[in-house]
């Protein structure tokens, strides 16, 4: 089992940037596929991009080009810089963790508390 802590959420202006941090605890880091969702009310909770266990990375199509992820395994902590932000991606912002199986990523089943990222 992992937990999952975010933080780094907040308002700017479009345009701008934010860096949300993810800091992973619990059992052993590296098994586990790790991904970032976001979540408007009324809609259904969007992948936003994927770090899988093979160090593969992707991206959902409305954030290619302005987001990035990365982990610092020596610190457990997964990062999504987010650049050009547009209002479009004001949202809940989680971090979620999924078992791996058969070198597969499993769904995801570990989540964050969620942080909040607002762009006007």
């Known amino acids: 089992h992992v937990q999952l802590v975010e933080s780094g959420g907040g308002s700017v202006q479009a345009g701008g940037s934010l860096s949300l941090s993810c800091v992973v605890s619990g059992d052993t880091y590296s098994t586990y596929c790790m991904a970032w969702f976001r979540e408007v009310p009324g809609k259904e909770r969007e992948g936003v991009a994927e770090?899988?266990?093979?160090?593969?990375?992707t991206f959902a199509d409305s954030v290619k080009g302005r987001f990035t992820i990365s982990t610092d395994n020596a610190k457990n902590i997964l990062t999504l810089q987010m650049n050009s932000l547009k209002p479009e991606d004001t949202a809940m912002y989680y971090c979620?963790?999924?078992?791996?199986?058969?070198?597969?990523?499993?769904?995801?089943?570990?989540w964050g508390q969620g942080t909040q990222v607002t762009v006007s």
């Open positions: 770090f899988d266990n093979h160090g593969a990375t």
């Open positions: 979620a963790a999924a078992i791996v199986s058969g070198g597969y990523c499993r769904p995801y089943s570990y």
